[in-house]
């Protein structure tokens, strides 16, 4: 048993899309007596002359193996050219981009300003500096970045209450 829910929904009517297209031409004026009857029945003489039924359209075909290998055998030849210097990666980019293909894999230098708020424990403002920046070298350990402390901006260095839990100087002890 069917319901009117579970159907699926029909295609517009001729008669329908007329009604649309005359009000979308002429905003709130009535069509002319007969007009939609008549022109509905002419479309429809007109198509059964032609014979077309609608024919639906069939889905599209995934791609296949061959598409699937020229696609690879085109990003690794713009790979290769742009690695042998001859071609230049930002034109490689664009033709790969155009064929809807991944971009090609590159190095990218980053510039980033972060402002960053470290609490240490110091005895001055350069000693405090040199500290915080101790301590976010030891966080990027590791990694393939460089820091550029001279052009750092080293203007907010403010200093705080006594930190109790911290014993006395190295050169004291």
Wanted: aromatic content about 4%.
């Amino acid at each position: 048993m069917s319901f009117p829910d579970s159907l699926a929904p029909q295609p517009e009517t001729v008669e329908s899309v007329l009604r649309v297209a005359w009000e979308a031409f002429h905003l709130g004026q009535p069509p002319p007596l007969g007009w939609l009857t008549h022109t509905t029945a002419r479309i429809h003489d007109h198509l059964h002359a032609q014979h077309t039924a609608p024919v639906p359209s069939a889905p599209p075909t995934p791609p296949g193996e061959e598409v699937a290998r020229l696609r690879r055998q085109v990003w690794q030849t713009l790979h290769d050219v742009t690695a042998e210097h001859d071609i230049d990666p930002d034109a490689a980019d664009r033709i790969l981009h155009s064929l809807d293909l991944p971009g090609l894999p590159r190095r990218w230098q980053v510039h980033v300003t972060v402002p960053l708020t470290i609490t240490v424990t110091a005895t001055s403002r350069d000693e405090a500096v040199d500290a915080a920046e101790d301590v976010i070298d030891t966080a990027l350990d590791g990694t393939d970045t460089y820091l550029n402390w001279n052009r750092a901006d080293r203007q907010d260095t403010t200093p705080g209450n006594l930190d109790t839990t911290a014993g006395p100087p190295a050169e004291l002890r």
